[in-house]
């Protein structure tokens, strides 16, 4: 029944095997949840997108497979929408003015979904009805930060495996990618990064015109959350910004000041202008409903919200208005990455700041993509940002190979770009003696000769893309997380091991992820240019102790190994052991002036057990 190779197979039924071992199921009515749900009630229409956002993140969460974690979220929220859930809707009294919608505990639907999702997970150890194709898959990285926030108001998501998750036969390939920034609360951005993709796909232009379609969605999406909000007494709104791959065609649809990019050539190419009130056009739309626009900081609607456009604060409507704005790109090969991210990134770092960044890493690294977006966070934080902050790259490319050529028509008819002959010849040479050296290592290999091991084939790797495969759900981060993809359980030997990136393959026939014959092993990165590598291991985490939330974790695991667990049951890294000295961390964050720590530092290496010591002032000589 599988599409992919038998030792795909064997991957997924291993990764299966162990899960379930993890899962401990069913759950009881008194049992807690694995992830607890964002919202405290869920309505029949908000079932699929509830559904598929519990599953991926509990999948995710420990590092399942893409393909496998959509397929089975998929499954799973089938058949939940084809059972029989009147049996656990609520008894409400209906307020005046408010929607009459049937409601369950989101509690009580989670343990369902859950139990539902381990019985599938059993039925398929048994036998594999899944198909999978294969996808051109973008690699990814994403960073998001509360920064100075008083708590995480942002969302994203990605769908890398979007067919999949959507049961979609005959379509091009697709892929979704998305920013909300809430703002008032975190209700908008949740609701809207579960439901409106989900809302997207039932749209009937969704097929032939899938921007109609993002900008319905927005609609729809709007409408359901401010139905919601009045039933469960919510006064919040987002932004968001949404690109959606179909095949070699990219279309974006936005609301609000969060904002996405394309960067082709090493160069921007503007996609969207983001609606802020002091937009000419969005001024006069809101004076004309009989609302104004005045300056309070900044300029404000009503002086009240920043943004002229979002989803949710039906306060605030029509002046906030939920209609999206959407443009259509196609895409012809030569396009670097896309930069989506919210305002608190943007207000800071302009454009051609942050393709900067992009390349200046890219080069320093040798076009290595683990910690772009982890920069660009930085340079919006270091120039002043204290909002929260979320940024995804998603690289249309392999930012290791150098940039493709294309054609163009004009009058005359298809004249080629510019390219220095020099350059082309030496990488068609170069490509030409690789292809020998390749051939050469199979044909010893094929006849049993001398170098027949693998490991003595030379060449680069020439299959593609071929990158390690992971995904993400809508958000795992919950208010005091810096960023969503470093802690997590994890059922590799090297715990959490994104290591703030998602890396995806483009168009990859191979295992996604390799395993060992006694334990499911993290799995290992393919690069051009550098033979495979195996990595040396910690032994298997249980979760109690995976939740470590350094970035590096995967790298500081690997070097210290057992070091790093007995370091932390010490105290190292700590809450307590951190907050031993103030002064110090607080100056190193820029909060206090250099020359605190000195006085502090002195008073300190002083001081002994019932002795009290003098309190020097700042300025005081020495």
């Known amino acids: 029944m599988m599409a992919g190779s038998a030792a795909e197979e064997k991957n997924f039924r291993r990764f299966l095997e162990l899960l379930l071992r993890e899962m401990r199921m069913p759950l009881q009515e008194t049992d807690p949840v694995p992830t607890r749900p964002l919202s405290d009630m869920v309505t029949e229409d908000e079932v699929e997108g509830e559904c598929l956002d519990l599953c991926l993140q509990f999948l995710y969460k420990y590092n399942c497979p893409c393909s496998l974690a959509a397929a089975l979220a998929r499954a799973t929220a089938d058949s939940m929408l084809q059972s029989d859930l009147s049996i656990h809707h609520l008894n409400k009294t209906v307020e005046d003015g408010a929607d009459p919608l049937p409601q369950m505990e989101s509690v009580k639907f989670a343990r369902l979904v859950f139990n539902r999702l381990f019985e599938m997970c059993c039925l398929w150890m048994k036998e594999l009805p899944f198909r999978r194709r294969p996808q051109p898959y973008y690699e990814t990285s994403i960073h998001a930060i509360k920064n100075m926030r008083r708590k995480m108001e942002d969302k994203h998501i990605i769908i890398p495996d979007f067919n999949t998750l ?156 939920g ?13 670097d990455y896309l930069i989506l991210a919210c305002d608190g990134f943007w207000d800071t770092v302009n454009p051609d700041e942050a393709v900067r960044v992009v390349s200046d890493h890219l080069q320093e690294n040798t076009g290595d993509t683990t910690m772009v977006a982890h920069k660009l966070v930085a340079s919006a934080r270091d120039a002043g940002s204290s909002d929260n902050i979320t940024v995804i790259v998603v690289f249309l490319r392999d930012p290791r190979s150098p940039p493709p050529t294309s054609t163009e028509d004009d009058e005359e008819g298809v004249v080629e770009r510019e390219v220095e002959e020099e350059q082309v010849a030496e990488v068609e040479e170069e490509e030409q003696e690789e292809e020998e050296e390749e051939e050469e290592a199979v044909r010893v290999q094929r006849d049993g000769g001398e170098g027949g091991s693998n490991a003595d084939i030379g060449g680069k790797s020439r299959g593609g893309w071929p990158m390690q495969q992971c995904s993400a759900p809508a958000d795992l981060g919950y208010e005091d997380r810096t960023d969503s993809f470093t802690d997590r359980t994890s059922l590799s030997l090297l715990g959490p091991s994104l290591e703030g990136r998602i890396s995806l393959t483009r168009g990859l026939q191979q295992p996604c992820f390799n395993f060992s014959p006694d334990v499911f092993t993290a799995s290992h990165i393919y690069q051009e240019n550098r033979p495979l590598r195996r990595r040396s291991c910690i032994p298997f985490q249980e979760s109690s102790i995976a939740g470590f939330t350094d970035p590096l974790w995967p790298q500081t695991a690997t070097l210290f190994g057992q070091a790093v667990r007995q370091s932390r049951r010490v105290g190292y890294g700590s809450r307590r052991w951190s907050r031993r000295w103030p002064g110090r961390s607080r100056e190193m964050l820029g909060l206090l002036p250099s020359g605190h720590l000195l006085p502090h530092t002195q008073r300190c290496s002083n001081w002994r057990p019932g002795v009290a010591v003098p309190q020097l002032p700042h300025d005081a000589t020495i």
Not at 193 to 215: G, K, M, T
Not at 298 to 313: E, F, H
Not at 323 to 331: I, K, N, Q, R
């Open 166 to 321: 959507f049961n979609l036969q005959d379509l091009e390939e697709q892929a979704f990618f998305a920013v909300f920034d809430g703002h008032g609360g975190v209700d908008a951005a949740n609701y809207a990064a579960n439901q409106l993709h989900v809302n997207l796909v039932h749209q009937e232009s969704f097929s032939q015109d899938p921007s109609d379609a993002l900008c319905r969605a927005f609609k729809v999406t709007d409408e359901r959350f401010v139905k919601k909000a009045a039933r469960e007494h919510v006064r919040c709104g987002t932004t968001g910004v949404v690109t959606f791959l179909r095949g070699r065609t990219l279309y974006v649809a936005w609301l609000g000041d969060s904002q996405v990019i394309l960067v082709r050539k090493g160069q921007v190419v503007e996609l969207m202008k983001p609606h802020k009130p002091d937009r000419e056009d969005e001024k006069q739309r809101i004076e004309a409903l009989g609302g104004c626009v005045i300056w309070f900081g900044t300029w404000r609607v009503n002086g009240s919200l920043s943004v002229s456009r979002a989803i949710g604060d039906s306060e605030h409507k029509p002046y906030i208005c």
């Open 323 to 335: 209609d999206a704005d959407h443009s259509t790109f196609p895409l012809d090969g030569t396009e």
